[in-house]
């Protein structure tokens, strides 16, 4: 398997965390490139009582973009400070589709080799409400899939 383009999905949280050090040295090892994504979900609503006006995106779900790309280039800094791999930062606005799909979409037209993510470990309700990004991941990714379970 060759390896040139490997895709590190991520929310920012603190567990998304876990990946970057060996990711960076499967990177290293293979001089691939790191292209650390992650997807603002753009939230699509209709105004109350209003069925017939247009849906448009929600200013109060939406974070600021440019606050979130400087998050997600101080993750970048972190991966690279891991070893000397090459990191590219994707920072996206996506409306219409959900975060999974956004990720394997991307992984599917940009040249991705392997994709990468780690789980939250939800289970039961939690993981029936919120779904598993992760799980939509690996079901529905072109590429092969890595994934990085939670820690104990």
Do not use: W
């Amino acid at each position: 398997m060759k390896i040139t383009n490997v895709l590190l999905a991520t929310d920012l949280s603190e567990e998304s965390e876990r990946p970057y050090a060996e990711v960076a040295q499967l990177a290293e090892r293979f001089g691939a490139t790191v292209t650390l994504l992650h997807v603002l979900e753009d939230v699509i609503t209709t105004g109350h009582g209003a069925p017939l006006v247009a849906p448009i995106s929600s200013p109060l779900c939406l974070p600021d973009r440019d606050e979130v790309c400087e998050l997600l280039e101080q993750h970048a800094a972190k991966l690279r400070a891991s070893v000397d791999a090459k990191c590219e930062v994707k920072c996206d606005v996506i409306g219409g589709i959900r975060v999974a799909e956004a990720i394997t979409k991307y992984a599917g037209e940009h040249g991705v080799d392997l994709l990468a993510v780690s789980t939250h470990g939800r289970s039961g309700f939690r993981r029936m409400m919120m779904g598993s990004v992760a799980e939509l991941v690996v079901r529905h990714s072109p590429v092969p899939v890595l994934v990085f379970p939670r820690l104990e």
